[in-house]
């Protein structure tokens, strides 16, 4: 059974995507477009050269007709965020490159799980659901994926352990509105506050795990990172295939991904982050995790956030 790949945009983020996929074995068949076709057949040789130590995968170069049959189109095409932008004010530009790419992409590949990785990636996730026609559950955006892996990477640093005995996620939109929704947060299965009282040894646990400073933290590092080397793209690539992971497994698997809302926790017609579970067939479902009203309040606030970037934007 082939697992086909089309990555549109072979930018730093598309190309790292396809890298990733390729050394790890997550696709037979990656189809990388890119409006720069020379950086499109550059980025996939560079790769294609190195697969005789991975494991088997044909990777090139193409048009919007080679992503037929695609089980997966990831959409990273977008204008860069650059130091000191917020990924909102890219809006309006990557919206219309989006809308120009839909009719295209869609007409060769109808029946694959798209996930939307260009930013604002919540409101491009949004676009793409409304104008593209497709079932919602083949409809995702990467979210606050990136975002809950930086939450527990970071947290995993403070207990000084395994960043896979580490359950917490990052709620709300891809940016600044986003938060932590502590109440669910936990290591080990135990309550994330309660954690370090529960250790006989006590000796590295310090400092104090607050709560505002990790939230601080995970909402900067993009930018900090932005002014540090001029972009993001390998956690986010690894998040990425992460997803592309799951599609192709037989099992669904709970994240944290962005999809059309429909009334859960009271909010409608917006695209944010909540928990999901994703699978062969894109969304499964969403997983109604128990908040405080506090929490529910700040999700609220990240969708009005969101909501009026969409009125601001042609659609």
């Known amino acids: 059974m082939g697992k086909k790949v089309t990555i549109i945009g072979a930018g730093s983020v598309g190309s790292t995507i396809a890298y990733t996929m390729a050394v790890n074995g997550i696709a037979t068949e990656i189809v990388m477009i890119d409006i720069n076709e020379a950086k499109a057949m550059g980025e996939a040789l560079d790769i294609r050269q190195g697969v005789p130590f991975c494991p088997p995968v044909s990777i090139y170069a193409g048009g919007y007709q080679d992503a037929q049959d695609s089980d997966i189109v990831i959409l990273t095409s977008g204008i860069a965020r650059k130091p000191g932008q917020t990924r909102l004010e890219l809006a309006q530009v990557n919206v219309d490159i989006t809308k120009s790419i839909i009719p295209q992409i869609v007409k060769h590949a109808p029946n694959a799980v798209y996930i939307i990785v260009a930013n604002p990636v919540d409101i491009l996730t949004y676009v793409f659901t409304k104008v593209s026609g497709l079932p919602e559950k083949q409809v995702i955006g990467s979210g606050t994926i990136l975002d809950t892996a930086r939450l527990r ?120 982050s909540t928990l999901s579970l994703v699978g062969p067939d894109g969304l499964a479902s969403k997983v109604i995790a128990p908040l405080t009203e506090e929490e529910t309040a700040l999700l609220h606030k990240s969708a009005d956030s969101l909501k009026a970037v969409i009125a601001g934007i042609k659609l």
Request: proline share 2%; charged share 20%.
């Open 153 to 272: 990477a970071r947290i995993a640093e403070y207990y000084n352990i395994n960043q896979q005995n580490v359950h917490a996620y990052v709620f709300g939109e891809h940016g600044d509105t986003s938060f932590v929704p502590w109440s669910m947060a936990t290591v080990s299965n135990i309550a994330i506050d309660k954690y370090s009282q529960s250790l006989t040894n006590t000796d590295f646990v310090e400092p104090k795990l607050v709560h505002s400073e990790v939230e601080t933290y995970i909402r900067k590092s993009g930018g900090k990172i932005i002014e540090r080397k001029g972009a993001t793209f390998y956690a986010v690539a690894v998040s990425v295939c992460h997803i592309c992971k799951c599609v192709f497994s037989g099992a669904d698997t709970a994240m944290t991904v962005s999809s059309m809302m429909h009334g859960e926790y009271g909010i409608d017609d917006v695209c944010l």
